[in-house]
């Protein structure tokens, strides 16, 4: 089994611990995992903006990069979901179809393809887990809150396997944190105040991180807590799932 | 074209290809004491909820409260004199605006949401159990259902002119949710299941 | 961003709101009460999704049979001798109000909740031709002497705090100054609505829902205030737009068990009333409206929009809507269901709509009829860009974005890692007029990419 591993644009250029981590969980899980270095963007930032017309380029090159592996696996539940939901190529479609079918959230990828059991990894912190809306409402990372059904969770599933991790409760466990993509600029006030209201659930429930299987919404709330001054840090779930700490 | 031929036509030119009426599966409420659960949500929602076997056990319970001096009304000939039970006119209905009490009997009561089934001959006139200050409904206490689904079941193609379910009193919380009940209609309701 | 027609936009009216932070607080945690009274409503039913999935396809079959069911409606409607009129746009809807009050001699009507005239400003219009309306609901009544717009579909003054509700009521109803129990308030407007009921000769009404099989319409109310009108008056008029339409009677039973645990966490609301034929020597009139009903019908994406039965779930529980204000969305139906149905109305006007959202999905898992709203204000956004209403700034923005985002030599070239973001990309644009900025910290670049780092550790593929 060969991965391709898809690393978002903003990741690669911000938050590379969190692609490192994802690709070491890979390798330690003994998948073969390849990272095409020709890889931009799915495109999302523009199509959500109302722009989905132009990504055409995007996804040409996404179909590329990605097309010749088992699986694409990445750190992003929003970009999986767009890739997912949108992916089209006018010369090769059949291609960017099956790409639709084998894109992976990393934490889907771990519990469904992979079936974790064990980790061997050590965190002992208390933890507030943010659920991005588009992993758990778009991807079905965890049941919804809105839903009559019943309760799991992917990521709380992989985060019980660290050991001397303390997972705190929410008001609100799946209250969106305002990120939206572009709407964190151009509906400032209200994303702000979604991100500062998310912040402080966390804190009141005394997190020591956040974490997350979306990095957009965690450098939103990253962004928010370091105005504030706080000492609580954002973190990747894939660095808490790859931590070594002790 | 006139505007019901217009848009009787942009609506068959746009509506999408007939889809089938979906089969409405069969459904059950959990609790199995209708009586129990239908007390126990007309509670929750404001209602009282008394058990009689008789007409004279109703107004003996009614009396606490209603008094000579109170104008009570009633479409059930068995509550006289405690209600006038003198028949109305609805060239007449303002003049229900001083109705302390009106006592109405009522066809089934349902479970799921503590409401009863009310329709226009056992009112009297349509809006005797709006303007009332306080309501009382008398039904059978074999009469309970379920769900909705089989309130309409029993309702099925029944002819009325005017029909209503009738939960708890008249309620409003539009100011800061607080709840505060007697919005325009009746300010209680008593529901007496009788048998 | 402005739109013409407006002088401001969503952004602009949500920020305007968020100068009072304590109380958007307020009225965030006051919806966000509302949407926990709607779950412990549904979790008490193990069978609510199979209920929405049903309902969800009893009105998709209604639209995709709407025509024949509007015949339908109408024949058994006036077969009961019900008065039946066709409206094709709010204008026309207004004009056969104020003719059958005319007709009448009527000048003044107490009228109960209805959405639709106010999608249509049936007040105004019929202010202008000298007929006074009283709203009846308590919260409309509120909003109207306060002359503002409701803020919610159900709950019209819920951007309203009790002590400001205590001023207008001192104002307009001599109340004692200062005083905000809303029980004593709420009994003040009660007798003051007793008076009004009680001498109109004419009621307007909303309507529910309208069954086709028996001509009879539903209209709920907790407060009595449309039974209270409709059955004092001589004259009752209901208006209703066509997508209010169901099959049978029976499917009141799918219907009513949603929509009062999606709108309020109630099991019902107090009165679910049933209005079949007139009372003797007094008419019923329905208006039936389409006011771009039926264009919203022929958009294959948007139409299901029409299967809303105006619980206001999506409202209580969108995280945007519950920190901006109902009055930000500038339309008769606020929140994600008006973002949806306000552009086919006025693509122009409303173009911000669809862009006053995350699209986090909370609306579509609570709506009733499983509307998929956060797909449709995705692709209203497509549509919105395509038709032109979108800033041009943005466009530059965004064409500049693809060019880089779609050729790997610029994205890896352009620069030392961070640096191409820091120019390119529109919320991390480094400068203070940036409005990620303005509260927020500005992520720290890292030493290298992970595109670097990988080049460094791992064998290149390419």
New interface residues.
């Given amino acids: 089994m060969t991965v391709g591993l898809f690393?978002p644009?903003?990741?690669?250029?911000?938050?590379?611990?969190a692609?490192?981590a994802t690709?070491e969980l890979l390798e330690k899980a003994g998948v073969n995992v390849?990272?095409?270095?020709?890889?931009?963007?799915c495109?999302q930032?523009?199509?959500?903006?109302?722009?989905?017309?132009?990504?055409k380029?995007?996804n040409?090159?996404f179909v590329q990069n990605f097309a010749q592996f088992d699986y694409i696996v990445s750190p992003s539940g929003s970009c999986v979901l767009h890739v997912k939901d949108h992916l089209h190529s006018d010369t090769h479609e059949d291609q960017a179809q099956a790409i639709r079918g084998k894109v992976y959230e990393l934490v889907e990828f771990l519990t469904d393809v992979v079936k974790v059991e064990k980790l061997t990894a050590r965190f002992p912190h208390k933890v507030g887990l943010h659920q991005s809306?588009?992993g758990q409402?778009?991807l079905g990372l965890a049941q919804?809150?809105?839903?009559?059904?019943p309760a799991f969770s992917k990521p709380e599933k992989l985060l019980s396997m660290v050991q001397d991790l303390e997972l705190i409760p929410l008001s609100?466990k799946?209250?969106?944190c305002?990120?939206?993509?572009?709407?964190?600029?151009?509906?400032?006030?209200?994303?702000?105040?979604?991100?500062k209201?998310r912040v402080a659930d966390h804190l009141q429930h005394e997190a020591e991180f956040i974490t997350g299987a979306d990095m957009s919404c965690l450098?939103?709330m990253?962004?928010?807590l370091?105005?504030q001054k706080s000492k609580v840090k954002v973190m990747h779930i894939a660095e808490i799932l790859n931590a070594q700490e002790g | 074209m006139n505007s019901r031929e217009q848009i009787l036509a942009a609506v068959s030119k746009n509506q999408p290809a007939l889809t089938p009426m979906p089969e409405v599966p069969f459904f059950q409420l959990e609790a199995t004491d209708l009586v129990e659960k239908f007390t126990q949500v007309a509670v929750s929602i404001g209602s009282g909820v008394f058990q009689v076997e008789s007409y004279e056990e109703i107004q003996e319970i009614l009396s606490n409260d209603f008094k000579i001096h109170h104008r009570i009304i009633s479409h059930v000939p068995e509550l006289a004199p405690f209600a006038d039970t003198t028949p109305l006119e609805d060239r007449h209905r303002h003049q229900l605006e001083n109705v302390d009490l009106a006592i109405v009997k009522g066809h089934f009561g349902v479970a799921e949401n503590g409401a009863s089934w009310v329709t226009e001959e056992v009112m009297g006139l349509r809006v005797v159990p709006f303007i009332c200050q306080h309501l009382a409904i008398i039904l059978p206490k074999d009469s309970i259902v379920p769900l909705m689904h089989d309130a309409y079941a029993r309702i099925g193609s029944a002819e009325y002119g005017y029909g209503v379910f009738i939960a708890g009193p008249s309620k409003t919380a539009d100011i800061e949710q607080s709840l505060v009940l007697g919005a325009h209609g009746p300010r209680t309701l008593t529901v007496f299941l009788m048998g | 961003?402005s739109v013409e027609g407006h002088t401001k936009d969503?952004?602009a009216l949500?920020?305007d709101?968020?100068q009072d932070?304590p109380r958007?607080n307020w009225h965030?945690e006051t919806l966000?009460f509302i949407r926990e009274k709607r779950?412990r409503a549904?979790?008490a039913?193990?069978d609510?999704?199979m209920l929405r999935e049903t309902a969800s396809q009893i009105k998709f079959h209604t639209l995709s049979n709407l025509s024949q069911y509007l015949e339908q409606f109408e024949a058994n409607a006036q077969a009961n001798g019900i008065i039946v009129h066709w409206a094709a746009d709010a204008e026309e809807h207004n004009q056969i109000v104020h003719s059958i009050l005319q007709k009448h001699g009527v000048t003044q009507m107490v009228k109960s909740k209805s959405m639709l005239t106010e999608e249509c400003h049936l007040n105004d219009y019929l202010e202008q031709q000298g007929i006074e309306v009283i709203d009846s609901d308590l919260g409309e009544r509120i909003v109207q002497l306060a002359k503002e717009p409701p803020s919610h579909i159900v709950l019209p003054c819920i951007h309203l705090k009790k002590e400001e509700i205590g001023d207008i009521f001192h104002q307009h109803l001599g109340t004692e100054a200062g005083m905000s129990d809303p029980q004593i308030l709420t009994e003040t407007a009660r007798q003051h609505l007793r008076e009004t009921f009680l001498t109109r000769k004419a009621a307007l009404t909303g309507v529910n829902f309208a069954i086709a099989e028996t001509g009879e319409f539903v209209v709920c109310t907790n407060e009595g205030n449309a039974d209270m009108g409709a059955h004092l008056a001589d004259i009752h008029i209901a208006s209703m737009g066509i997508e209010k339409l169901i099959p049978r009677r029976s499917d009141l039973g799918v219907f009513l068990r949603l929509l009062t645990r999606s709108a309020t966490g109630q099991p019902i609301t107090t009165y679910s009333s049933h209005f079949k034929k007139p009372r003797p020597g007094h008419d019923v009139h329905v208006v039936l409206v389409d006011n771009g009903r039926s264009v919203q019908l022929g958009r294959e994406d948007f139409r299901n929009s029409l299967k809303c039965i105006r619980c206001g779930a999506c409202m209580n529980?969108c995280?945007?809507y519950r920190?901006?204000g109902g009055h930000s969305y500038q339309s008769a139906v606020a929140g994600p269901i008006g973002s949806i149905l306000a552009p086919n109305l006025d693509m122009k006007k409303h173009a911000d709509l669809?862009?006053?959202?995350?699209?986090?999905?909370?609306c579509?898992?609570?709506c009733p009829v499983k509307i998929d709203i956060h797909n449709q204000l995705?692709k209203w956004?497509?549509v919105?860009?395509?038709e032109g209403y979108?800033d041009p700034k943005?466009?530059l923005g965004?064409?500049a974005?693809?060019m880089?985002?779609?050729?790997?030599q610029t994205?890896?070239l352009s620069g030392k890692?961070?640096r191409?973001?820091m120019k390119t990309?529109?919320?991390?644009v480094s400068n203070k007029m940036?409005?990620?900025y303005?509260?927020?910290?500005?992520?720290?670049?890292?030493k290298?990419?992970?595109?670097e780092?990988?080049?460094r550790n791992?064998k290149?593929?390419?």
């Fill in positions: 690393i644009c903003y990741v690669d250029q911000f938050y590379p611990n692609a490192i690709l390849v990272y095409p270095v020709r890889q931009t963007c495109g930032p523009m199509a959500n903006s109302g722009f989905e017309h132009l990504t380029d995007c040409e090159l809306c588009h409402r778009g919804m809150s809105e839903l009559v059904a609100r799946d209250e969106c305002g990120f939206g993509g572009t709407f964190c600029v151009a509906e400032e006030a209200v994303s702000v105040k979604m991100g209201d450098m939103h990253e962004g928010i370091r105005r | 961003m969503h952004a949500a920020d709101f968020n932070e958007v965030d966000w779950d549904a979790f039913i193990p609510w999704e529980t995280p945007v920190r901006s669809p862009f006053a959202s995350t699209l986090c999905g909370s579509s898992n609570v995705y956004r497509q919105i860009v395509k979108a943005k466009t965004m064409k974005m693809n880089v985002l779609s050729s790997p994205f890896k890692a961070g191409w973001f990309v529109p919320f991390l940036n409005p990620w303005k509260q927020r910290e500005m992520p720290q670049p890292p290298e990419s992970f595109g780092w990988y080049r791992r290149s593929n390419e």
